[in-house]
């Protein structure tokens, strides 16, 4: 399990996998008997010697370490596992453990250093006796995922599979497999508890462990978790002496790793000494400290519980920008109540200053806002005492970048507050401290509502990053891009030169001899492959053609080999895998290289058990549908039948094959399916396949948020109930599939939606840009409306939802370019970058049926 920021370790510019960062403090054991070799896997490398049979799965030993122990404890396990003939392996690199134990890093992986693959239980038992006896003076972080071997400090253990075995879910991600006890394949939980098998009893514990129950010590109970991290989590509790309501901060020992080398518990100590010091000095201004203590091996911090919300929350609750038909009173309201915030902010600051601290982590999470806007700052773990060393320590976003803050550490704290009031005004951070002149184009769109940001607000903004004059058009900022008068000037023409500027680096980032990818892509694009039509070279081909730009050299073979070769290994749908692949390599001429692939989705499991169009039999039967407009053959047709014939039932049976918590949506939900039973019946004729759709697209309609409002919008899930506007989730993505069924029925409560699900979509405004989840999405879904519905009023709200497209590019010396999911970097990928935001632009200046894989033009050539 890896989280988005160990994707930003290896390149500054684009995500890439953290084994892949340049090797610095290789960690090797220093004495390996002859005959035994080590060969790098990942972020691992392995150790075992020919010959060495390995059990498929069995009693798995991990060893942890303290930072200043490595090589110790490293020479131990390679000497204890060659002695016993054990395969073993280690983290390759300091880095690598560095960033594994890192704090932000993903929990179950934390105090994995080494793993051993002792054959059988007698082998594990002999092996963790030695390694205990051997490593009795050392300590090391505990392993969530398992259970410690006695009395052992390092020394864990957990069931799990010797060699990689899994299936895929339907969007590509792998799950892993293990063998239970009965001899079934069930999925090998790497969590944080210890889990076991079916039928797998754990042979080196006495008793069973007795279940959690409540947790009470140190004099408090803990009530309900709040946050995670892997150097502890936070808790909401109550003192069982006097009842008060407190907060809870633990502390992990030897791990959550941060700034400077500091682990989690000698950060905890530190806030403490600061808060008891604040106590003192300046009362009120921080959290009240009110214990220190320590429960087993895990330190615990007790603080007065501050009321309030994070002000990440209050934003999405305040801001009009986040809100359809938002009115310039409305924003002058809001600004007003930011300004105050902010000040109140400065004067905690000027107080901390005064009492010889900076906070240096000046960002939301660490701030809470009251029902009456007061602020309070929370979070005292980075704050810096005067006359100490400076670690430099922040939140991505809201700390200056390198060589900007220098050695003054108020810099920090200033810098932060800046930060805060972008966040107030439109959360752009990481396109902001790359292009300043994004915020042109902000402040342009907001004159435009009517709405001019207040001096103070702007002044603070724009601290540390020059914005153009308002009547400038060949400011550097702008990138050779044109500027929001020019904009305005000349809408289409802006726009257009704003696609060929997103093409132009498009094309300049491809790669056809990279060893794992052509363009760069996201995280979840490493995760699961990256050929798709969301993450992959697939879509960005897609965009390319739409957009009439010839495909670089060796794209299009790299992406018909890749797929030939890795087909058995792709899921079968049409964002994810095989089915979005092959409607791709068709629409450039390779029907053949097509069928083949979609034969074998045909036969792919997750064809039969998911029904949805992003990842399951929805998909694919869309992609026999396109494939049949290309080559006329009925046995396309004929298998786009049988797969909907399948998914012809009430949409309540459905529910089991959809995307996670019954998901709603054109990717994920009953949407989609509806949009391949309307496609369906243009293509076929047979409007009868339209009825089960309709069915469907009601069952989603019942889901809106708020069914009677204006504008309809919908949660992601069951569990999720965000309300969305976007493409993969929500108005958009419905938006696209109604339209076609106001067209082709006379459905009264569809074609009652549809005006509703347009209103939702009308903003130049949101966090990403991307297609999927972003910007783009509205755009393109606006624009197809105008086609398909022969809509003006839509084609003029995309025109104007493109032109929000300009706050959240990038100029570069190649074009232009665009930050993907989570916007840490850039990426090329259809879902969230390039290819997405280029697609949007060519369909809203050149309208053309099936931007987004619809089958429209084939239906109406048969007509």
């Not at 051997?134 to 009395?151: I, K, Q, T, Y």
């Not at 391949?676 to 309609?701: C, I, N, Y």
């Not at 931007?851 to 239906?859: E, H, M, N, Q, S």
Request: hydrophobic share 40%; glycine share 10%; charged share 25%.
């Amino acid at each position: 399990m890896r989280t988005p920021h160990t994707f930003t370790v290896a390149d500054p510019d684009f995500y890439e996998p953290l084994e892949t960062a340049p090797t610095t403090g290789e960690l090797r054991p220093s004495r390996i008997p002859g005959g035994w070799h080590g060969t790098r896997s990942g972020v691992w490398t392995m150790w075992r010697r020919p010959g060495l049979d390995v059990a498929p799965a069995g009693w798995k030993v991990h060893v942890s370490a303290r930072p200043g122990r490595l090589e110790h404890v490293l020479d131990t396990v390679a000497d204890v596992c060659t002695a016993q003939d054990v395969s073993f392996k280690h983290l390759a690199t300091r880095l690598f453990y560095g960033w594994t134990h890192h704090k932000h890093a993903a929990r179950p992986q934390g105090g994995k250093f080494c793993a051993a693959y002792p054959p059988t239980v007698d082998a594990a038992r002999a092996l963790m006796e030695a390694l205990t006896a051997e490593l009795a003076d050392e300590e090391g972080p505990f392993v969530l995922s398992d259970r410690r071997f006695g009395d052992s400090r390092t020394v864990h253990y957990r069931y799990g599979s010797f060699v990689r075995r899994q299936r895929p879910l339907a969007d590509g991600t792998p799950v892993l497999l293990v063998p239970d006890g009965h001899g079934n394949l069930v999925e090998d939980r790497r969590d944080v508890s210890f889990r076991l098998p079916p039928g797998i009893t754990d042979p080196f514990v006495r008793e069973t462990p007795a279940a959690d129950g409540d947790a009470s010590f140190g004099g408090h109970t803990f009530e309900a978790a709040l946050r995670h991290s892997n150097g502890g989590g936070a808790y909401r509790g109550r003192s069982d002496t006097t009842g008060r309501k407190v907060f809870i901060k633990e502390a992990r020992a030897h791990t959550g790793i941060g700034a400077g080398g500091a682990d989690a518990q000698s950060r905890l100590r530190a806030e403490w000494d600061t808060l008891r010091a604040l106590h003192e000095t300046a009362p009120g201004l921080a959290p009240e400290p009110l214990a220190y203590f320590t429960e087993w091996e895990h330190d615990f911090l007790v603080t007065e519980f501050v009321e309030g919300e994070s002000l990440n929350a209050w934003v999405v609750g305040h801001n009009p920008l986040v809100r359809r038909g938002a009115e310039a009173a409305d924003f002058h309201r809001y600004w007003e109540r930011c300004e105050s915030l902010l000040a109140r902010v400065e004067e905690a600051m000027d107080r901390l200053h005064a009492a010889g601290y900076c906070f240096v982590d000046v960002s939301p999470g660490n701030l809470l806002v009251a029902d009456d806007d007061t602020v309070r700052l929370i979070d005292f773990e980075s704050a810096h005492r005067e006359g100490t060393a400076f670690v430099p320590s922040g939140t991505t976003g809201y700390t200056p970048p390198p060589g900007l803050a220098g050695d003054d550490p108020y810099v920090h704290d200033s810098y932060g507050v800046g930060a805060l009031a972008l966040l107030l005004l439109a959360p752009l951070h990481q396109v902001v401290e790359r292009a300043p002149g994004a915020l042109a184009y902000v402040r342009d769109s907001l004159r435009r509502r009517g709405a001019e940001i207040p001096d103070g607000l702007w002044r603070r903004v724009t601290a540390y990053h020059p914005v153009p004059a308002p009547d400038a058009d060949d400011d550097p900022a702008f990138g050779g891009l044109p500027s929001p008068r020019q904009v305005a000037a000349d809408p289409p023409g802006s726009l257009a030169r704003l696609r060929e500027s997103v093409a132009d680096a498009l094309v300049a980032l491809a790669e056809p001899g990279h060893p794992r990818r052509v363009f760069p892509t996201v995280p979840q694009g490493h995760l699961t492959n990256t050929l798709c039509v969301a993450y992959g070279t697939a879509g960005v081909v897609h965009a390319l053609r739409r957009a009439g730009r010839p495909l670089p050299d060796g794209v299009l073979e790299r992406l018909r080999a890749d797929a030939v070769a890795e087909a058995e290994t792709l899921v079968p749908g049409l964002q994810f895998g095989l089915a979005g692949i092959a409607v791709v390599l068709a629409d450039c001429g390779l029907a053949q290289e097509a069928a083949d692939l979609l034969d074998i989705a045909d036969r792919h499991p997750l064809t039969g058990s998911d029904a949805t169009l992003a990842g399951g039999g929805a998909g694919v039967a869309l992609a026999r549908l396109a494939l049949y407009g290309h080559t006329g053959e009925a046995v396309h047709l004929d298998r786009a039948h049988r797969l909907m014939r399948g998914l012809d039932r009430e949409p309540a049976s459905l529910t089991g094959m959809l995307g996670a918590d019954d998901a709603c949506g054109l990717w994920h939900g009953r949407t989609g399916v509806a949009l391949a039973f309307q496609q369906l019946a243009s293509v076929s004729g047979d409007k009868d396949f339209l009825t089960p759709g309709l069915r469907l697209l009601h069952a989603e309609l019942d889901r809106a948020a708020d069914p009677d409002a204006d504008q309809l919008q919908f949660p992601v899930s069951r569990t999720d109930v965000r309300r969305m506007p976007y493409l993969y989730s929500g108005s958009a993505g419905v938006l696209h599939a109604a339209a076609r069924y106001a067209r082709d029925t006379e459905d009264e409560r569809v074609t009652t939606a549809v005006p509703k699900l347009v209103r939702a979509l009308s903003t130049d405004y949101t966090g990403m840009s991307g297609l999927g989840q972003g910007l783009s999405g509205l755009v393109l879904a606006l624009s197809d409306h105008a086609e398909v519905a022969g809509a003006p009023d839509s084609r003029r709200l995309a025109l104007t939802a493109a032109r929000g497209l300009f706050a959240h590019v990038v100029p570069h010396p190649t074009g232009t370019r665009v930050l993907g999911d989570q916007t840490l970097r850039f990426s090329a990928d259809l879902w969230s970058g390039s290819a997405g935001v280029l697609l949007a632009l060519a369909e809203v200046l050149d309208p053309a049926p099936d931007p987004l894989f619809t089958v429209d033009r084939v239906a109406s050539s048969r007509s």
